[in-house]
């Protein structure tokens, strides 16, 4: 530890800080640009001056090292003219346009030139014009504006792992752009836009929408993939303006996916407002009290094994928990679902369908492997993790696939399962490896367990690195990467059933209802099923019912998700839903006071406190594993990691008119052949 | 001076040829491995040479693939420094010092030929396109002010005609003598020493 002071307040430090941090530790702020904490040093804004004492000069406090002895002062009139010197320089070039730049009301530059800002300038020449440069459809820029802070470059190179972002030329010429002006290749991207500490980058898709003083802000959890990272939903009225990431040092760090950021446009598109009807194939608007007696009606006359439900990928758990309750009380039954696959899920123990190892714990990992999955479409937050550990401790990494472009260096096997046999049986190179690696990790993708021999790949996964010693208190290197924000909660839910393949049902035409919640993803041909579908978007499920029930997206209503690693969180109403459409819980409640008299929880609050209550319990007891439709022989496959469209996943991306111009943006560079 | 753009017309593909490949290779053989990109600024310059005193983007790619390191790297460093240049320049490219002692000396009498003899601009090629000039900053010849160069050679104590004659010369293809055209050795004084007379070998 050192000892230094600042302003005369003792501090001590870890050896390798700078002075910055410790005067931050010392309750000092300093001004700053182009210092960021997660990323690298650069030192050229020159704002965060301070006074060393021995020093002549002032120094820049975030890339100076502290030193043992050294003494520190921020509040001097040196500092405060070095200040304002540099913020003279800045402004010098910089547009009088806040009046008019998206970034006004949250720009660092406007906040500290009210403290070191002069308020004449002695510029008198002309003020330097840069031309705009394309960075795709989703950074708007105005690079009159930049200050050359780097930090755009840096979080490209750095966290995203596209090093496509340049300053080209020199003093003051320079000028920030992408190669020759392309897009930028990154599901990241948009994080540059929070990071400009001026409006030189800003939001493409948010351009003069609204000032942050008018937006209420609500801290919520996203539901596009299934990191659940923390993120501050900006409303104006009830329309969703903008997602921008909080900090979750476990969880998304600083960062949130340009999915995450952008598909919140879908919320206003494709919306089910209103019960509707099908009628001669055409639907037709209806009352909620129409649509429930016909429901009614039908579950009364057909018998309840010819029910069925599905659950989707976005579903909240109250949502899923009561539709499970209204399926077990009401319906009597358990034709419940929440796959939208044949997966193999060994639910009898927690621990089989986590992230085990954890978020975090990816950066203490020494060797990774991946099997059937395409981290950086999956789940993009986790593979900035990956890159971050490969860039901290060089991190072996080796996919069983070939996926192209991961952002990182990689080892790409066969793609057979017979290799993952022969790592199995210690025929395998990477056997020695990961007997004697410290801290491996397995991530199984989705697509593994689709295959046949799923059930036989994974125990004897499990198996091996049982055997290996592998498992300890602190350290589990089996993960599964799920893709969908409800999946791990519908597991923890148990709203799955492992006795009949309900999805091969489903495919045979055997239910006379199917009842579809959120769920648009299952690929069956409709005969004479009756289908209810609720939901919040009118897409596949929607179009195929016979009924319609208009539910809530994820920012209209209270609901925890559970997170690939096993975190609940909670996500909280931002705005409302549209026209006569209600929260989701709320109308299952209803559908069963209508067909019993008698509601399934009196309000909310019973059914958190019913639903925490069976996650508890069934932590505890660890349930009887009956999976009988997978056999445990193996025969060789050919692994193919099938991934939805990344741009496309869910309902609300599929909405989303920003996502369609980067999935253009996106095939544009394909189909010049000017990608890398 | 502003931001140098790269050419409209850029070549479709670049390659090293023999020579250039061997000095390329000599080149990043001098730095440890994994430190490979440390060579792009001297292959950047072979590239220059090799493509008649400029750098198409091709040329910038293939350096990157090369070194392995992304494009926009390179792309930095060659918009960074002035020498490089990203637009033909010609065969002959004639860089004009109009620093402080050759203006003193009459550098402007040299650009005036200039834009008489090759093009009206600077960094304009000449209407056959085999020579273009440009100002450049102190060349470090001050001593025989004024001054210009040629592609790697210097022509020194100059003035208006004898810029032309030279001018005239390599736009008929020819390269003209190097060196002081008041017929002084390198830079020994004009008339004789003055200074340490009694030292033989001074």
Redesign the interface.
């Known amino acids: 530890m050192l000892k230094l002071k600042v302003n005369d307040i003792d501090v001590e430090v870890e050896e390798g800080l700078t002075v910055l941090q410790a005067c931050e530790k010392a309750g000092v702020e300093i001004p700053r640009f182009c210092y960021h904490e997660k990323l690298s040093i650069a030192g050229n804004c020159r704002m965060c001056l301070v006074e060393m004492e021995k020093s002549p000069k002032p120094i820049a406090s975030c890339a100076m090292p502290a030193a043992e002895g050294m003494n520190i002062k921020t509040n001097t009139s040196l500092v405060e003219k070095a200040r304002k010197g540099v913020m003279e320089f800045l402004l010098a070039n910089h547009p009088l346009d806040c009046p008019v730049c998206d970034q006004g009301g949250e720009c660092d530059l406007q906040d500290q030139s009210m403290f070191y800002g002069v308020d004449k300038s002695r510029f008198k020449e002309n003020k330097r014009a840069v031309p705009e440069k394309n960075m795709g459809p989703l950074i708007k820029t105005q690079m009159t504006r930049c200050i050359h802070c780097t930090r755009c470059v840096r979080f490209a190179t750095e966290v995203a792992g596209v090093p496509e972002l340049g300053a080209i030329g020199r003093g003051e010429d320079m000028q920030i752009t992408t190669y020759l002006e392309q897009s930028m290749q990154s599901e990241l991207s948009a994080n540059v836009v929070d990071l400009c500490p001026v409006g030189a980058l800003t939001s493409k898709p948010y351009v003069f929408e609204a000032r942050p003083w008018e937006l209420k802000k609500t801290e919520t959890i996203d539901v596009m993939d299934a990191i659940g990272s923390n993120i501050r939903v900006d409303t104006y009225d009830w329309e969703v303006k903008r997602v921008l990431p909080i900090i979750n040092e476990d969880i998304n760090e600083e960062w949130i996916s340009d999915k995450t950021r952008y598909a919140c446009d879908g919320l206003l598109h494709q919306r089910l407002d209103t019960p509707y009807i099908k009628y001669n194939g055409k639907f037709e608007k209806a009352s909620w009290l129409e649509v429930y007696k016909i429901i009614k009606s039908k579950l009364e006359n057909t018998s309840k094994e010819k029910v069925s439900g599905f659950v989707g990928d976005l579903t909240n758990m109250e949502t899923a928990y009561i539709f499970k309750e209204f399926f077990d009380r009401t319906v009597e039954t358990d034709n419940y679902e929440s796959r939208s696959d044949n997966r193999y899920i060994n639910t009898s123990k927690r621990e089989n369908y986590l992230f085990n190892s954890t978020i975090n714990g990816i950066e203490e990992a020494d060797l990774i492997l991946l099997l059937g999955t395409n981290p950086r479409y999956e789940a993009t937050i986790l593979n900035a993790r990956i890159r971050k550990s490969y860039l901290n401790n060089n991190t072996k990494i080796v996919s069983l696939n070939d996926c192209g472009d991961l952002t990182y260096p990689y080892e790409s096997l066969d793609g057979q399962t017979k290799t993952i046999k022969e790592i199995i049986e210690d025929a395998h190179i990477l056997s020695k490896e990961i007997e004697s690696a410290k801290k491996p990790m397995i991530i199984i993708g989705e697509s593994l367990l689709r295959l046949e021999n799923s059930k036989y790949l994974f125990d004897n996964l499990k198996d091996f690195l049982n055997k290996k010693n592998k498992f300890s208190d602190d350290w589990n290197p089996l993960n599964i990467l799920s893709c969908d924000a409800a999946t791990v909660g519908n597991f923890d839910l148990g709203v799955l059933n492992n006795k009949i393949n309900l999805i091969e049902d489903l495919k045979s035409n055997k239910f006379e209802i199917v009842f579809l919640i959120g769920q648009d993803n299952l690929n069956f041909v409709k005969k004479n099923e009756f289908v209810i579908y609720q939901g919040s978007h009118g897409d596949k499920g929607a179009e195929c019912a016979d009924i319609i029930l208009p539910g809530s997206a994820y920012t209209e209503q209270d609901g925890y998700y559970t997170n690939l690693e096993g975190k609940i969180q909670k996500a909280f109403k931002a705005s409302y839903p549209p026209g006569d459409a209600k929260e989701d819980w709320q109308i299952i409640n209803e559908l069963a006071e209508f067909m019993n008299n008698r509601k399934l929880f009196n309000d909310k609050e019973e059914l958190y406190s019913s639903m925490l209550n069976y996650l508890k319990l069934q932590s505890e007891k660890q349930t009887e594993h009956n999976n009988n439709n997978w056999n445990s022989d193996f025969n060789n496959e050919n692994l193919k990691i099938e991934i939805k469209d990344y741009y496309f996943s869910n309902v609300v991306a599929k909405s989303s008119k920003t996502m369609i111009k980067c999935n253009n943006a996106k095939m544009n560079l394909k189909s010049t052949g000017t990608e890398g | ?4 753009k790269p050419a409209k017309d850029q070549p479709e593909s670049f390659e090293f040829n023999a020579s250039s490949l061997e000095e390329a290779n000599h080149i990043v053989a001098k730095y440890p491995k994994g430190k490979q990109q440390s060579a792009v600024m001297a292959l950047l310059y072979i590239a220059q040479r090799q493509n008649n005193n400029w750098i198409p ?1 091709a040329a910038m790619k293939y350096i990157a693939k090369f070194l392995d390191m ?4 390179v ?2 460093v060659a ?2 420094y002035t020498m490089y240049n990203l637009s033909p320049v010609g065969k002959y490219f004639v860089q004009v010092c109009t620093t402080t002692p050759c203006m003193i000396r009459g550098a402007n009498k040299l650009v005036e030929a200039c834009k008489e003899k090759i093009s009206e601009n600077e960094c304009e090629l000449s209407s056959d396109k085999s020579c273009s000039w440009m100002e450049v900053e102190c060349l470090g010849a001050c001593v025989t002010a004024p001054m210009m160069q040629i592609n790697d050679d210097y022509y020194e104590d100059l003035d208006k005609e004898k810029t032309s004659e030279i001018l005239d010369k390599i736009l008929n293809g020819e390269t003209p003598k190097p060196g002081s055209y008041r017929g002084r050795i390198n830079n020994e004084p004009e008339n004789n020493r003055k200074t340490l007379t009694d030292l033989k070998n001074a």
């Open positions: 001076m502003s931001l140098r983007l992304p494009y926009i790297k792309y930095e918009t960074f």
